[in-house]
Nanobody
């Protein structure tokens, strides 16, 4: 099972990017989904999560007010809109599908992971 993350790139501080995560068919339409990131030399950290129907979203304090997670179950796609990007946002970003239906914030709640997409924010 593959989750395909895309949309990363190089952007200047203050800029925006939108990440996408394509899901295989409707396999995860009833699951919570999330985004995590990992910077060089650091542990993977939670960024944002959304419950199966989009009714609840949760964010890391470091991205609250700047990032927006959303999903379109009809298109089997998860999104992360990132605005006002900062150099500290530089990392590999991973999408993941949770075991349950809710917006989980810890990696151990997720059992399917996509490959990372690199986001680099220059100062």
């Amino acid at each position: 099972v593959q989750l395909q993350a895309s949309g990363g790139g190089l952007v200047q501080a203050g800029g925006s990017l939108r990440l996408s995560c394509a899901q295989p068919g409707r396999m995860f339409s009833n699951n919570g989904m999330g985004w995590f990131r990992q910077a060089p030399g650091k542990e993977r950290e939670f960024v944002a999560a959304i419950m199966w129907n989009g009714g609840t979203t949760r964010y890391a304090d470091s991205v609250k007010g700047r990032f927006t997670i959303s999903r379109d179950n009809a298109k089997n796609t998860l999104y992360l809109q990132m605005n006002s990007l900062k150099p500290d946002d530089t990392a590999d970003y991973y999408c993941a599908a949770a075991r349950g239906a809710f917006a989980a914030t810890t990696p151990d709640a997720y059992n399917y992971w996509g490959q990372g997409t690199l986001v680099t924010v220059s100062s």
